[in-house]
């Protein structure tokens, strides 16, 4: 097909970022479908992984609970990867009009998704704001699980966000005390609430009387992780906007190639 050299510094622009995309969400859905399916030779995978590179966290990520949620997850995700940049990609490679309309309009479709959540999120702060706190409550309320051997996602995400960050629970250790209540425990406070020593992927607490004794000296029981979070993404907010920005102008970049290309094939085909 004789396009110009604009038309084809589009469509092969085009192929090549939805191929790349097309591999990973290939293989992120792949992935998805091996836990689902055969978790023992993923957990035997892990191990010899594990041995050799000293990983701490694959130990973590081998809980079946973790394993079965983070199945789902990915075959989610990777099937929506795989989809969209499967439109893209034969549609820049077969030159076909429906496939790059169909893609362009799934981009504008997200791109307007995008933009409408972070206005309403704006318009309505405070409502927002309230919202994911309880959603962020609900999920230590209903999924945490303070016994490492029943760890699942959200489990793992907290600790995780915890020993990162130096906090602990949404606003203190008391949005876990339910959860030890109902243990019948003497613990007050999760290990990752506490100083870490060695590997803070590990939770290893400093001070062993940490997570029965809690105090300012061993660990960070009254910080909370929603403020600390809000105030890291403040201290680090020209990284986000760029990263915002920049997802963006990607979005509208790939929309704008589909169409030109969508276009230019319309025009070549009116001439034949």
Same mark, same amino acid.
């Given at each position: 097909?004789?396009?110009?050299?604009?038309?084809?510094?589009?469509?092969?622009?085009?192929?090549?970022?939805?191929?790349?995309?097309?591999?990973?969400?290939?293989?992120? *859905?792949?992935?998805?479908?091996?836990?689902?399916?055969?978790?023992?030779?993923?957990?035997?995978?892990?191990?010899?992984?594990?041995?050799?590179?000293?990983?701490?966290?694959?130990?973590?990520?081998?809980?079946?609970?973790?394993?079965?949620?983070?199945?789902?997850? *990915?075959?989610?995700?990777?099937?929506?990867?795989?989809?969209?940049?499967?439109?893209?990609?034969?549609?820049?490679?077969?030159?076909?009009?429906?496939?790059?309309?169909?893609?362009?309009?799934?981009?504008?479709?997200?791109?307007? *998704?995008?933009?409408?959540?972070?206005?309403?999120?704006?318009?309505?702060?405070?409502?927002?704001?309230?919202?994911?706190?309880?959603?962020?409550?609900?999920?230590?309320?209903?999924?945490?699980?303070?016994?490492?051997?029943?760890?699942?996602?959200?489990?793992?995400?907290?600790?995780?966000?915890?020993?990162?960050?130096?906090?602990?629970?949404?606003?203190?250790?008391?949005?876990?005390?339910?959860?030890?209540?109902?243990?019948?425990?003497?613990?007050?406070?999760?290990?990752?609430?506490?100083?870490?020593?060695?590997?803070?992927?590990?939770?290893?607490?400093?001070?062993?009387?940490?997570?029965?004794?809690?105090?300012?000296?061993?660990?960070?029981?009254?910080?909370?992780?929603?403020?600390?979070?809000?105030?890291?993404?403040?201290?680090?907010?020209?990284?986000?906007?760029?990263?915002? *920005?920049?997802?963006?102008?990607?979005?509208?970049?790939?929309?704008?190639?589909?169409?030109?290309?969508?276009?230019?094939?319309?025009?070549?085909?009116?001439?034949?």
């Amino acid at each position: 097909m004789g396009l110009g050299c604009g038309n084809c510094f589009a469509k092969y622009i085009l192929c090549l970022f939805n191929f790349g995309l097309f591999l990973a969400g290939g293989a992120i *859905l792949t992935v998805g479908v091996w836990l689902n399916l055969d978790k023992k030779s993923f957990i035997a995978f892990t191990k010899i992984v594990e041995s050799e590179s000293q990983i701490p966290e694959f130990q973590q990520f081998t809980q079946p609970h973790v394993i079965s949620q983070l199945s789902y997850i *990915l075959i989610a995700a990777g099937a929506f990867i795989f989809l969209v940049s499967f439109l893209g990609y034969c549609g820049a490679l077969r030159e076909s009009r429906c496939l790059l309309a169909f893609y362009g309009i799934m981009l504008v479709l997200i791109l307007i *998704l995008e933009i409408t959540a972070a206005g309403m999120a704006i318009a309505y702060r405070a409502k927002a704001e309230d919202e994911t706190r309880k959603f962020l409550q609900t999920t230590i309320k209903d999924y945490y699980t303070p016994q490492r051997d029943k760890s699942d996602v959200v489990t793992l995400m907290w600790n995780y966000l915890m020993a990162q960050m130096s906090c602990c629970g949404l606003d203190s250790f008391e949005d876990f005390s339910d959860k030890f209540k109902e243990e019948n425990s003497t613990q007050l406070i999760p290990a990752a609430c506490c100083v870490l020593e060695g590997d803070i992927r590990r939770f290893t607490p400093k001070f062993p009387n940490c997570t029965t004794s809690p105090s300012y000296a061993n660990s960070y029981y009254m910080t909370g992780c929603y403020k600390t979070v809000l105030n890291w993404v403040l201290d680090h907010i020209n990284v986000v906007i760029w990263v915002v *920005l920049g997802t963006i102008f990607v979005e509208l970049f790939t929309v704008f190639l589909s169409f030109c290309l969508c276009k230019a094939l319309q025009g070549y085909d009116d001439d034949k």
